[in-house]
Nanobody
Framework: QVQLVESGGGLVQPGGSLRLTCAAS????????MAWYRQAPGKQRDLVASITSRSRAEYADSVKGRFTISRDRATNTVYLKMNTLKPEDTAVYYC??????????????????WGQGTQVTVSS
């Protein structure tokens, strides 16, 4: 089974920075896409940033120029560096991975995996 473990959330003042980390583990054959989503109270879960297997990154307009997504292929880890944080960035941030699992040396099809979420609060 594939598991995603998130860390790095917390309370930060406006203008501050945080780095979120998501480590994927388990029976993974390969990872296609890794991404970060966020969901604020009363709002839908929206894509913040994504990165492909070839390290092409995409960002939501609201975070362009402030956030940077990266990945470490050796450890199946994705990061989200968040700079110049604003109160409107406050949300639960969820790690997402599209990966092919393995079981008894049989490679499965791509499927979606989600982390449990980590709270980011930007407030003075």
């Amino acid at each position: 089974q594939v598991q995603l473990v998130e860390s790095g959330g917390g309370l930060v003042q406006p203008g501050g920075s945080l780095r979120l980390t998501c480590a994927a583990s388990g029976s993974i054959h390969s990872i296609n896409t890794m991404a970060w989503y966020r969901q604020a109270p009363g709002k839908q879960r929206d894509l913040v940033a994504s990165i492909t297997s070839r390290s092409r990154a995409e960002y939501a307009d609201s975070v362009k120029g402030r956030f940077t997504i990266s990945r470490d292929r050796a450890t199946n880890t994705v990061y989200l560096k968040m700079n110049t944080l604003k109160p409107e960035d406050t949300a639960v941030y969820y790690c997402y991975v599209k990966a092919r699992p393995t079981k008894w040396e049989v490679v499965g099809e791509n499927r979606d995996y989600w982390g449990q979420g980590t709270q980011v609060t930007v407030s003075s």
